[in-house]
């Protein structure tokens, strides 16, 4: 099931995966439980993503989120609302963050520097699970940090494809996330797949690809998996643990009524 070839201690591994083009297939954490992660882990996700900006999870929660998958050696992101919580997310172990509305060259610079000690501007500290509690020597976690912790730059304003090419060419940009609900949100065409839409998705893309960087997408199902596929994505946030138990849980009751009769909602 895959299980076992991401184990946490080996974080950088993960990185290079994403940034070699290796397929990788998560999905969101919106529950503020450490269950789903495991349960996750166990049928053999790649990744969890925890969301702070849509999900319930504080810092605690987050936390224990985050042990959970340390404890199964399944990779875990975080989408933070905002910039603040970078650093809190990387000494809780993260693999790497999800930063939201990342709207032009000079923000994707300014949030990259975050990530990164040596040339940027994250804080120092050891005593945390990401330093293993002092157990890793400063130059040594500095340098692991530096290597493994992964900033994926969602692009979900009408206004970042202005400067698109020059976002993607942002030293230590690792992923452009191309949100469709934001766009679609933004432009406003209610038709089922709009035009507008779909040629951000395809140039965001292509700025994607010709800078050489990953490109991460949420798909609902294998169909929407497919056509990204043929744009170039490699990272595929599938559902969330709260999508999955509502078909799940739909499903069953069905065939269960069907099987017994009874009341239908």
């Known amino acids: 099931n895959g299980k076992g070839s991401h184990d946490m201690n080996s974080a950088s591994t993960f990185r290079q995966r994403m940034l070699a083009g290796d397929k990788l297939v998560g999905t969101f954490l919106k529950t503020p439980t450490s269950h789903a992660t495991e349960i996750l882990g166990e049928v053999g996700f790649d990744f969890v993503v925890v969301d702070q900006e849509h999900g319930p999870f504080d810092r605690t929660t987050t936390d224990i989120a985050l042990l959970a998958a340390r404890a199964q050696g399944i990779a875990a992101f975080v989408r933070v609302p905002g910039p603040e919580a970078i650093l809190s997310v990387l000494d809780c172990g993260a693999n790497g963050v999800l930063v939201p509305h990342v709207k032009s060259a000079a923000y994707a610079r300014e949030v990259a520097a975050m990530f990164r000690y040596r040339g940027g501007s994250r804080g120092f500290a050891t005593s945390t699970r990401a330093g293993h509690y002092t157990g890793v020597p400063m130059w040594r976690h500095i340098a692991e940090s530096d290597a493994s912790s992964v900033f994926v730059a969602q692009i979900e304003d009408p206004v970042a494809l202005d400067e698109i090419d020059a976002i993607a060419a942002i030293d230590g940009v690792d992923s452009l996330f191309i949100g469709r609900g934001d766009l679609t949100a933004a432009y406003g065409?209610?038709?089922?797949?709009?035009?507008?839409?779909?040629?951000?998705?395809?140039?965001?893309?292509?700025?994607?690809?010709?800078?050489?960087?990953?490109?991460s997408v949420y798909v609902g199902n294998a169909t929407e998996a497919a056509w990204l596929n043929s744009l170039g994505a490699n990272v595929f946030v599938l559902s969330a643990d709260q999508g999955f138990l509502r078909q799940a849980a739909a499903a069953g009751l069905r065939d269960v009524r069907e099987k017994v009769g009874g009341a239908q909602p």
């Open 189 to 215: 065409d209610e038709s089922k797949e709009p035009p507008a839409v779909r040629k951000a998705v395809e140039r965001i893309s292509e700025a994607a690809r010709k800078a050489r960087k990953s490109i």
